[in-house]
């Protein structure tokens, strides 16, 4: 009997990797897939917490595409390993701060030494030349295969036949006249062939699976590493970044308030480590701050926080401030008008 070989699928939750996936798998190879944790994935955190979102379904993309192949998924917690990639990439950012090509390269390279333990023969990822503009370019895809190490043993089997073969294809393990030859920026082909394989139910990220993709995410992000004067963050940071209105109304502080109820549910949680503030007269919302609240911040602090209550036209209304790690205690102020709020909105 011949060897059945084994690669292994970089899996996003996307059309494409699922795509890719499909092709070798009907191939005869046994496929796995492996989905890496980054902190800055977009799905299922956010829509978990909105209340906004409740009517879409709560399903991890990547775990739901690993379903509809019949695979193994492998999820791996790269968040430390990854702060490197964010802060440092040699290939710089992209449109916002997402650093694609450092990353691809990254997550490649994982990869690589992921099959190299575990006695598979190659990868798969669902690239597509031309599909991002500084990532998935002709002449990004060998760079991304030379600088993660995985070299001739990195397949994109949706455009395989517009690249040198791999070795996968050289060695005849796969059939290279049944991959495909995609290029451009035009879903349709993805799309047809979807429907050849008879999936229609699949995520069709507007901006990608990565918040480091989104303008306002990325404010958010570079307003915070300038006020604390250093570029680092901890997973919780990234965390507090997809939830709520930010707002900086003085350089040394920053006022995160949730927006809804979910929001606030969350917010909750992180009550314990930030000095946090609510109204008590009205219904309001949870705001933590961030930074140091001094002795002449605390007004202003606290009538934001009324606007931001249903107290907003209120002559007066009861805020109670707890600082962290000390003894709560309440004001009573007059909320500030829209207009007059100072600082900077991260929204
Ligand atoms: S969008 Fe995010 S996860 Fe995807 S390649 Fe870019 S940085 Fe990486």
């Known amino acids: 009997m011949p060897e059945v070989r084994k690669a292994v699928a970089l899996i996003s939750g996307g059309l494409?990797?699922?795509?890719?996936?499909?092709?070798?798998?009907?191939?005869?190879?046994?496929?796995?897939?492996?989905?890496?944790?980054?902190?800055?994935?977009?799905?299922?955190?956010?829509?978990?917490?909105r209340q906004k979102d409740k009517a879409k379904p709560k399903r991890n993309n990547a775990l739901w595409v690993a379903e509809q192949l019949g695979i193994k998924l492998h999820i791996v917690d790269i968040i430390e390993e990854y702060k490197d990639v964010v802060l440092n990439p040699r290939h710089g950012y992209g449109a916002n701060l997402n650093p694609c090509l450092d990353c691809k390269v990254f997550m490649v390279r994982k990869a690589t030494e992921w099959i190299e333990k575990n006695g598979f023969d190659f990868i798969i990822t669902g690239e597509v030349i031309g599909q991002r503009p500084k990532s998935q370019r002709k002449d990004t895809m060998p760079v991304i295969a030379r600088e993660s190490g995985a070299d001739d043993l990195l397949l994109r089997p949706l455009c395989a036949r517009n690249l040198e073969p791999s070795r996968p294809e050289r060695e005849g393990w796969v059939d290279r006249s049944r991959l495909y030859n995609f290029e451009g920026r035009s879903r349709k082909p993805q799309m047809a062939l979807a429907a050849q394989f008879g999936f229609d139910d699949y995520a069709q990220p507007a901006g990608g699976c990565c918040f480091l993709t989104d303008a306002q995410y990325s404010h958010k992000l570079a307003d915070m590493w300038s006020s604390r004067g250093q570029r680092d963050y901890e997973l919780d940071d990234i965390m507090l970044l997809k939830v709520g209105r930010h707002l900086r109304p003085?350089?040394?502080?920053?006022?995160?308030?949730?927006?809804?109820?979910?929001?606030?549910?969350?917010?909750?949680?992180?009550?314990?480590?930030?000095t946090h503030l609510f109204t008590t007269s009205h219904p309001g919302p949870l705001v933590l701050i961030d930074g140091e609240l001094g002795e002449d911040d605390v007004e202003l602090a606290a009538q934001i926080v009324a606007r931001f209550s249903q107290g907003r036209s209120a002559e007066q209304v009861d805020v109670e401030i707890h600082p962290r790690g000390g003894d709560h205690h309440t004001c009573r102020v007059k909320p500030i008008a829209g207009e007059a709020i100072p600082g900077h909105w991260y929204i």
Do not use: W
Not at 37 to 43: I, L
Not at 253 to 269: A, S
């Open 250 to 274: 003085r350089p040394h502080f920053k006022m995160i308030i949730g927006r809804e109820e979910g929001e606030n549910r969350f917010l909750h949680g992180y009550r314990k480590q930030f």
């Open 16 to 49: 494409d990797s699922l795509l890719a996936a499909r092709v070798i798998q009907e191939q005869g190879i046994h496929v796995e897939g492996i989905n890496f944790f980054t902190g800055f994935c977009v799905e299922g955190h956010t829509h978990a917490i």
